[in-house]
């Protein structure tokens, strides 16, 4: 080969050697730039969807607590014998999509009304933990998974009080 052709390859690789370096490492950089930024963007997203979660939780506590406190609720005692609860709970279910099963549960465990028929008349298995619950305030559980329904739910509990009793508030069953 002349020296012209070997010259010419010499300073060909001299300057693609430090070329290809510097590509490999832009690469390598934007590529931990582009993980890093995609993982930030996940965390904003998380926390997002926990803000939401967490407002409607707290939304469902609110209106849970306000309806076990509803007039309508003193049905409880004649076991919802004229219907107007379950009423109530179909329209709540409607407007409120995301509950899949509302009953109102007596003190002996069972479902006094709900907006599924079928659970109506049926004992809650749970009934010594709803009882025993210290605070006789709403409780939101954590997720767990329900045998009857076959689904992974949010359950929360809400007593419901007589306003029978004068200033005394008895115990007459919980939203459930």
């Known amino acids: 080969m002349k020296i012209k052709i070997r010259l010419f390859f010499l300073f060909l690789s001299i300057s693609l050697i430090p070329l290809i370096i510097m590509g490999v490492i832009s690469y ?18 998380a926390s997002d969807v926990i803000n939401k979660i967490n407002d409607t939780l707290v939304d469902i506590e609110r209106s849970v607590s306000a309806w076990s406190s509803m007039t309508i609720m003193q049905d409880i005692m ?45 004992k809650t298995k749970d009934i010594e933990k709803i009882i025993n619950i210290e605070s006789r305030k709403c409780v939101v559980e ?18 419901v009080y007589s306003n029978f009793a004068g200033d005394k508030k008895d115990l007459s069953g919980f939203f459930f």
Not at 28 to 45: A, L, P, S, T, W
Not at 96 to 115: H, K, P, R, T, V
Not at 148 to 157: A, G, H, T
């Open 142 to 159: 954590d997720v767990h998974y329900d045998d009857e329904l076959n689904l992974w739910v949010i359950s929360f509990l809400c007593p």
């Open 28 to 45: 390598e950089n934007g590529k931990d730039i582009i993980k890093n930024r995609v993982e930030i963007n996940n965390q904003i997203i």
């Open 78 to 122: 004649i076991k919802d014998a004229d219907g107007k609860i379950a009423v109530f709970l179909a329209d709540v279910s409607k407007e409120y999509e995301y509950f899949l099963a509302i009953s109102l549960i007596d003190q002996a465990g069972e479902i006094i009304s709900s907006n599924k028929v079928e659970l109506i008349g049926k």
